[in-house]
């Protein structure tokens, strides 16, 4: 079972496992419609929120297929969590990943998505050593596509009308990025000041 070196410390972020103590900050963004909105469940109530913080904290390390690490994104200094971000270990023979990332809304345009999901790529490229990681959005979810571009991962692919996705059909893209790749990118170098 593979568990990263927690906390993992950015300029203005703690990566951390989930506890308990999120369930605030956690369903102050989970509850929000426009956060939803291009995701396969719907806007959460408190319960809902806390049964998926139960299966976040569940998911702790990576050891075979279909394995989901949740971590959490909070602000340092002991600020609130911002951000819910997943790593999948879909396939350890031929070490393929998927990374997924969920953020609050009024921390966005600052950089801190990117400065997060460029630690998940690190644990699954470094940590886990992983051969591809990729990740998916709606096409219509310009936000998460510009945000796996900033992290470097190319377009590889856009399927036309691939889902019947809230009452209509909608292209799916989806992005990935091989180790070769993460190791030339300036993201693999290490993060001044952490």
């Known amino acids: 079972m593979f568990t990263p070196p927690y906390p993992i410390v950015t300029p203005r972020l703690v990566l951390r496992p989930f506890t308990e103590a999120d369930l605030d900050d956690l ?15 719907d806007a959460r109530t408190r319960e809902e929120t806390k049964a998926a913080l139960d299966r976040k904290i569940a998911c702790a390390g990576l050891g075979a297929d279909g394995d989901a690490l949740s971590v959490a994104a909070a602000l340092s200094g ?25 953020f609050n809304p009024a921390c966005q345009g600052r950089g801190l998505a990117t ?19 990729h990740g998916n959005c709606d096409a219509r979810n310009t936000s998460s596509a510009r945000l796996m571009e900033r992290l470097g991962m190319r377009l590889e692919a856009r399927l036309v009308e691939n889902e019947f ?21 300036p993201a693999a170098s290490p993060v001044p000041g952490a």
Request: aromatic fraction near 14%; glycine fraction near 12%; charge should be negative.
């Open 165 to 185: 996705f809230a009452g209509a059909w909608s292209d799916e893209l989806i992005y990935g990025m091989l180790a070769r790749e993460w190791r030339a990118s």
């Open 27 to 41: 369903h102050a963004f989970h509850s929000l419609p426009e956060v939803t909105r291009y995701l396969y469940w």
């Open 78 to 102: 002991g600020g609130p969590v911002i951000g819910d971000l997943t790593l999948f270990l879909r396939s350890r023979e031929h070490r393929q990943g998927e990374i997924g990332f969920v």
């Open 115 to 133: 400065e997060a999901a460029r630690e998940i790529l690190r644990i699954g490229f470094e940590g886990l050593g992983l051969h591809r990681i």
